[in-house]
T-cell receptor, first 114, second 110 residues
Framework: DSGVTQTPKHLITATGQRVTLRCSPR?????VYWYQQSLDQGLQFLIQ???????AKGNILERFSAQQFPDLHSELNLSSLELGDSALYFC?????????????FGPGTRLTVL | GQQVMQIPQYQHVQEGEDFTTYCNSS?????IQWYKQRPGGHPVFLIQ?????EVKKQKRLTFQFGEAKKNSSLHITATQTTDVGTYFC??????????FGRGTSLIVHP
């Protein structure tokens, strides 16, 4: 158990819908990272927040957005969902702002878009 | 941008055989991390290498960082069924965030 929690574990929805994925980092960690993992694309970095502020942006679509709240939990919002958005979404956390810090991954949310 | 290539994509071995996965970056790295993801699980941090030519061992696992800091390898001696999973390298260059390789899936046949 990494100490990072993610909800829900599974999510099934339809094209065009909007969903919110939630992540709580390990106690004491200020950074939260979001990743998308699909069979053909591997582990793709989406976005990082550090202490409430956006720190780094990766291959995140405009239909996707995220935020980190004062209690440090984070939410990833996916809208206008497409079939290709079906994937595993992982959240990871680390102590500091640097991506070189050890990242602790949560169990993931499996999103299926029908 | 920075690219990290990892080979092979899949590797089948008989239990007891050795296994190696290789990671190559298009740019010089400041450090490289290795993660393991068991089937149905999430990536778990294994180790971080920082120095040129660095070699670190964890029981049957040996990690190397190249002299030019552009490549790395993970070698497992005498594989066991518990080694099954996907091994990812993640290289950090000039950007804040490490770039993950596509991973090598290790399948161990008993």
């Amino acid at each position: 158990d990494s100490g990072v929690t993610q909800t829900p574990k599974h999510l099934i929805t339809a094209t065009g819908q909007r969903v919110t994925l939630r992540c709580s980092p390990r106690s004491g960690d200020l950074s939260v990272y979001w990743y998308q993992q699909s069979l053909d694309q591997g582990l793709q970095f989406l976005i990082q927040y550090y202490n409430g502020e956006e720190r780094a942006k990766g291959n995140i679509l405009e239909r996707f957005s995220a935020q980190q709240f004062p209690d440090l939990h984070s939410e990833l919002n996916l809208s206008s969902l497409e079939l290709g958005d079906s994937a595993l979404y992982f959240c990871a956390s680390s102590v500091g702002p640097q991506g070189a810090d050890t990242q602790y991954f949560g169990p993931g949310t499996r999103l299926t878009v029908l | 941008g920075q690219q990290v290539m990892q080979i092979p994509q899949y590797q089948h071995v008989q239990e007891g055989e050795d296994f190696t996965t290789y990671c190559n970056s298009s740019t010089t790295l400041s450090n490289i991390q290795w993660y393991k993801q068991r089937p149905g699980g999430h990536p778990v941090f294994l180790i971080q290498l920082v120095k040129s030519g660095e070699v670190k061992k964890q029981k049957r696992l040996t990690f190397q960082f190249g002299e030019a800091k552009k490549n790395s390898s993970l070698h497992i001696t005498a594989t066991q069924t518990t080694d099954v999973g996907t091994y990812f390298c993640a290289g950090k260059g000039g950007s804040y965030i490490p770039t993950f390789g596509r991973g090598t899936s290790l399948i161990v046949h008993p």
